[in-house]
């Protein structure tokens, strides 16, 4: 079942409700750092500043990347929440990704393909317990469609506590939170000038900064489907993860790349791959 | 008022500053000053900056990087120099390396005066580059893109 009127409500709503998470995000990390902070609709100004000044075209498929990216995003976000196919989402998701790397790798030059690579690393890190997490919610639910998992009546966090925790983990890597901040950064402080959107400019930044905030609200609502069987107890995850993430990216100084390969993938095994054994193994015995 | 005064997005370049200049430019950041309650952040990143802050003058050495950092900045842009030997030199005027300003090299919209400039002094001479944004944001120079346009 697609629900085409929840698709339209996160196009039109998820920009200012990731905008505003993004404000109060700032504004947490400021006051946690022991400073005033900007206010809260700082992500506002900052896009509406960048639509007015003058773009600097490197070359001219940078453009085409940069839009793809965006519309990928977008497009994996309204299926999600109009209850699509899970591995559709996470596929058009991840083409999104390959479409910013492009963007990235289609400019010459060292800073922008530095930050290329290191997000390739990111997907290659993230990628596995994302495909996890569907995996574990098609066990217990016997349904990659996201309006299925969502009705369902089972509380999928008893079910899949690892994968819960690692996708956890790769939540830190997906909303570029220190330590994994490191294909670019949202903080004053530079990783090899800004990664990825070294060679952006103007009106073409603020479209990677508006197709990440939709990104941000799409995680958010893949939390959620963990606690689906009660909203209050989702909508309360969801706020605890966030400010869980905060707090990460205030504590930790940034990881290099090969601890980030590795943490993640051995976080994915450890916690993804034994749970959904587990899950496995006891389907045998209790019918899930 | 646009969006430009509120999110002014900072590059700084250290000229051949003596790097007293830079520390206050630094301290600006710090819990004390915190500029960033202004939306002001210091970016590396010439593509995505506003306003250009400078310390220390220009010497042989520098002259290329800093006409070069001028010209990938995205207008409409304003430049700040910061310091005395930014803005003429100062002391090490007479030095055989030396230019002289920055406004040898590029053109200068505020000059803040001090050895070594106080932050207090550093956010003001931002403050007011913001409303000279602002105006180059409503009279582009001739030949220039209105913004959102392409170069």
């Known amino acids: ?288 | 008022m646009t969006h430009l005064s509120k999110s002014p997005w900072i590059l700084h370049y250290d000229a051949s500053s003596c790097n007293g200049c830079d520390i206050e430019v630094l301290a600006c950041l710090s819990p004390l000053y915190d500029v960033e309650r202004f939306g002001i952040i210091n970016t590396g990143n010439p593509k995505h900056a506003d306003v250009l802050v400078i310390t220390g003058g220009i010497n042989e050495q520098n002259r290329q990087v800093v006409q070069n950092l001028y010209n990938q900045m995205p207008d409409p842009k304003v430049v700040v120099a910061v310091g005395i030997c930014a803005s003429s030199g100062g002391v090490f005027r007479e030095c055989y390396n030396v230019v002289g300003g920055i406004d040898c090299i590029i053109p200068v919209d505020v000059y803040v005066p001090g050895c070594a400039a106080r932050p207090e002094s550093i956010i003001d001479g931002i403050v007011r580059a913001l409303s000279i944004l602002e105006e180059k944001k409503r009279m582009p120079a001739h030949g220039r893109a209105t913004g959102g346009g392409e170069r």
């Open chain 1, 1 to 288: 079942m697609i629900l085409l009127e929840y698709a339209v409500l996160f196009i039109v709503l998820a920009p200012f409700i990731g905008g505003l998470l993004a404000g109060i995000d700032r504004k947490l990390t400021a006051r946690m750092q022991g400073r005033v902070g900007p206010p809260i609709l700082q992500p506002f100004y900052d896009v509406g500043k960048l639509f007015q000044k003058e773009q600097i075209v490197v070359t001219p498929s940078q453009h085409f990347y940069v839009l793809s990216y965006l519309v990928f995003i977008v497009a994996s976000g309204a299926l999600f929440f109009a209850g699509g196919d899970l591995l559709l989402v996470i596929f058009a998701f991840t083409l999104a990704h390959i479409f910013l790397v492009l963007g990235a790798y289609s400019s010459y030059s060292p800073y922008s393909f530095i930050g290329a690579e290191r997000e390739l690393i990111q997907i290659i890190a993230y990628e596995p317990m994302i495909i996890l997490a569907a995996v574990g919610m098609y066990m217990v639910t016997k349904s990659f469609f996201v309006w299925e998992i969502m009705t369902s009546s089972l509380p999928l966090i008893l079910y899949l506590p690892g994968v819960f925790l690692g996708f956890l983990m790769v939540l830190t890597i997906k909303l570029r939170k220190s330590p994994f901040d490191l294909s670019t950064s949202h903080h004053a402080h530079q990783e090899i000038v800004k990664g990825v959107t070294t060679e952006f400019s103007g009106p073409m930044l603020a479209r990677v900064e508006i197709a990440h905030w939709y990104e941000n609200v799409f995680l958010l609502g893949f939390i959620y489907l963990f606690f689906a069987w009660n909203p209050l107890v989702g909508i309360i995850a969801i706020i605890v993860a966030y400010l869980l993430e905060i707090l990460i990216d205030n504590t930790f100084s940034r990881a290099t790349w090969k601890f980030t390969l590795k943490s993640a993938w051995i976080i994915a095994g450890m916690m993804g791959l034994v749970n959904l054994g587990v899950l496995y193994y006891l389907s045998g015995v209790v019918p899930v």
